[in-house]
């Protein structure tokens, strides 16, 4: 019997990907990060390298469910997401607008590097995307072979 796909409405978000962004702040995703309808998603800055994150709903939902946190560290996580992240529509031509703070604080102009966190994605200034992508092999490296990588 042959395997199934299963399909989902939310992408899996992989692939490093430059792309330009315009003087109204736009960029345009690939069209495999697409869903299959105008969706809203979070912008926040990551909390750990120099890039936005870019989560969607089921992400959220994720969060809102772990059961291997605490109350208290949900109700802190989620006042973070709330206070730091800005809703940002993707659009069905796959565009979304980058809220001028965001631009001014990661340097976002001419071009941006996404990348695919699979859940999420990220959003980078290539200047700071080259040296992170480095170290973050570096450190998957020690990890992947349990996985069988």
């Known amino acids: 019997m042959a395997d199934s796909i299963q399909n989902n409405s939310a992408p899996i978000f992989v692939g490093e990907f430059c792309h330009a962004i315009d003087g109204k702040h736009r960029i345009t995703v690939p069209a495999n990060w697409r869903f299959e309808e105008e969706v809203e998603l979070i912008l926040l800055p990551a909390s ?11 992400e959220i939902d994720r969060i809102r469910s772990d059961g291997k946190i605490s109350q208290a560290q949900r109700a802190a996580l989620l006042q973070r997401i709330g206070t730091l992240g800005r809703r940002v529509i993707l659009d069905k031509s796959g565009r979304l607008t980058i809220p001028e703070t965001f631009c001014q604080q990661f340097k976002l102009s001419d071009e941006v590097t996404l990348t695919g966190a699979i859940e999420t994605f990220e959003v980078w200034n290539p200047g700071d995307f080259g040296p992170h992508r480095d170290r973050n092999m570096a450190i998957s490296e020690e990890v992947a072979g349990e996985f069988g990588l």
């Open 48 to 58: 750990n390298k120099p890039c936005l994150k870019a989560l969607p709903r089921a």
